[in-house]
């Protein structure tokens, strides 16, 4: 079956150490997404992807950073940097080509928490 | 402003009842699009419904329908004969063409909705 596959599911992780989320797809959608999630608030986009080797950063990119050498992949790296880590995220992807409503599709999530 | 607006952190419905959830949304975005999100507990958004700026009719997918009022910039969803299977976290979302450009499709959400359907 289709779908985004997201992991690991849980993470736990040091204060100070960088860490990486995987997200693999094989919807063969070009665009691909990374939205964060925190208890009562709505999804806030981190980065997205149009197409392979190119990303643009979203509305809460800073601490965060992407890489897109695969059609298939999108990992994120949440770095020492990201002040407050501890969050749900969600990876998503997006068929291209028309028609197309912008739908996105999304993977189980993975969940984040900074000892 | 927030662009997308969900007054109700939390609503109950019994089950088999009909239920509505509200969202409001700000855009100067001729074009854009509506969408309403499912999340159960598992935590994967789950799309249930799309409703384009310029359609004419409201959208409707099964058990589901969009309560489009373009001029109130309203698009709330309606669950009909709720299902216990229907309790979840609901997510209102916009694609603005001109805020996000045509290729990039960016979604932006509300906070959400918590469904609670008793039996």
């Known amino acids: 079956d289709g779908g985004i596959t997201q992991s690991p599911k849980y993470l736990f992780r040091k204060e100070g150490q960088n860490v990486t989320l995987s997200c693999e797809q094989n919807l063969n959608h070009d665009a691909m997404y990374w939205y964060r999630q925190d208890p009562g608030q709505g999804l806030r986009l981190i980065y997205y992807s149009q197409i392979v080797n190119d990303f643009q950063k979203g509305d809460i990119a800073e601490g965060y950073s992407v890489s897109r050498e695969k059609k298939e992949s999108f990992p994120l790296t949440v770095t020492s940097a990201q002040k407050n880590p501890t969050a749900f995220y969600l990876c998503a992807s997006r068929k291209t080509g028309a028609p197309n409503t912008g739908e996105l599709f999304f993977g189980e999530g993975s969940r984040l928490t900074v000892l | 402003a927030q662009k997308i607006t969900q007054t109700q952190p939390g609503m109950f419905v019994q089950e088999k009842e009909a239920v509505t959830l509200d969202c409001t949304y700000d855009?100067?975005?001729?074009?854009?699009?509506l969408f309403w999100y499912k999340q159960p507990s598992s935590g994967e958004m789950i799309f249930l419904i799309y409703q384009g700026s310029y359609d004419q009719q409201n959208a409707t997918e099964g058990r589901y329908s969009l309560n489009f009022q373009k001029a109130r910039k309203s698009a709330n969803l309606v669950i009909s004969a709720s299902q216990l299977g229907d309790s979840a976290m609901y997510f209102c979302?916009?694609?603005?063409?001109?805020?996000?450009?045509?290729?990039?499709?960016?979604?932006?959400f509300g906070k959400g909705t918590k469904l609670s359907v008793i039996p």
């Open positions: 855009t100067s975005d001729p074009s854009y699009g």
């Open positions: 979302a916009m694609r603005e063409v001109a805020y996000s450009g045509a290729g990039s499709y960016q979604l932006t």
